[in-house]
């Protein structure tokens, strides 16, 4: 009997050690996991005094499987911007800038250049907004620098809608979201 007890004792000791060293063991796939990069056509409209679309690429990291979900982004957009509602006169130029999101709150800078009648305007502006992985943006801009004293656009606040995605976003992100 004696032998019984100490080899139940033995057993219970062996499969208590084996559960305990298990469940302090991190799971490798969630462990191993970092986020991804990806290159997505960006595209968003706005107004800057008056309306504007704007299409380009974004190279995008995002990490939505860790409890700090969030993403960051460079990104390069080709801009047509009015210069009245009439529909009659358009600025057009590019726009390069950065980004990060983390949760629902985002933050970022961009440079912008717009050409009218052969002269360039330039831009420097600060942005915050509500974002979704830098996936979906609504954002409020404010210019920090206008670069030039006789700028077509003079309001120094802009409003944008943008968003890039592509299979790999919508695969990894948003179906399993």
Request: with cysteine; hydrophobic share 40%; net charge negative.
């Amino acid at each position: 009997m004696t032998s019984l007890k100490k080899q139940l004792v033995t057993l219970l000791i062996l499969c208590s050690v084996s559960t305990i060293s298990s469940s302090q063991q991190p799971d490798n796939k969630q462990s191993e996991y970092r986020g991804f990069y990806t290159l997505a056509p960006r595209i968003g409209i706005g107004l800057h005094n008056y309306a504007n679309f704007e299409i380009g690429i974004s190279a995008l990291y995002i990490d939505n499987k860790n409890l700090e979900f969030g993403a960051a982004s460079i990104y390069s957009t080709f801009i047509l911007q009015q210069t009245n509602w009439s529909l009659d006169s358009y600025l057009s130029g590019w726009k390069l800038g950065i980004q990060s999101s983390w949760a629902i709150f985002m933050c970022g800078i961009e440079y912008k250049t717009l050409i009218f009648d052969n002269e360039n305007y330039n831009y420097l502006s600060t942005k915050v907004g509500l974002s979704w992985m830098d996936i979906f943006n609504l954002e409020y801009s404010i210019n920090v620098i206008d670069l030039d004293n006789e700028i077509p656009i003079n309001s120094r606040h802009q409003i944008a809608l943008n968003m890039s995605i592509n299979k790999k976003i919508y695969n990894e992100v948003i179906k399993a979201f």
